[in-house]
Nanobody, 121 residues
Framework: QVQLVESGGGLVPPGGSLRLSCAAS????????MSWVRQAPGKGPEWVSEINRFGGGIRYADSVKGRFTISRDNAKNTLYLQMNSLKPEDTGLYYCARGVESVVRGRRDLWGQGTQVTVSS
């Protein structure tokens, strides 16, 4: 059974940092692209970043470029998202997903359950 379990979310003040993790199981994690997707309250999903199976091929949405860093540890079957200089508009539910942007958008069956990030003072 494919499982993606996100963790690391929480409440943080503007300018703060969080590191999200996604523990993967039930598939060959080291063979696939992975993405992060987020959804703010009352808004549609927004693709955030992607990374290839080797840890390269990295892309970011313009809204997070320069502040977020995606990475992976294939030995641990884990995907990460380091988030720095957080803004209130970064608030939302963050999902780990299997595939590149064009694959995961609109395919909620490829996402995990999500972890909540709230940026507020």
């Amino acid at each position: 059974q494919v499982q993606l379990v996100e963790s690391g979310g929480g409440l943080v003040p503007p300018g703060g940092s969080l590191r999200l993790s996604c523990a993967a199981s039930g598939f060959t994690f080291s063979s696939v692209y992975m993405s992060w997707v987020r959804q703010a309250p009352g808004k549609g999903p927004e693709w955030v970043s992607e990374i290839n199976r080797f840890g390269g091929g990295i892309r970011y949405a313009d809204s997070v470029k320069g502040r977020f860093t995606i990475s992976r540890d294939n030995a641990k079957n884990t995907l990460y998202l380091q988030m720095n200089s957080l803004k209130p508009e970064d608030t939302g539910l963050y999902y780990c997903a299997r595939g590149v942007e064009s694959v995961v958008r609109g395919r909620r069956d490829l996402w995990g359950q999500g972890t909540q990030v709230t940026v507020s003072s």
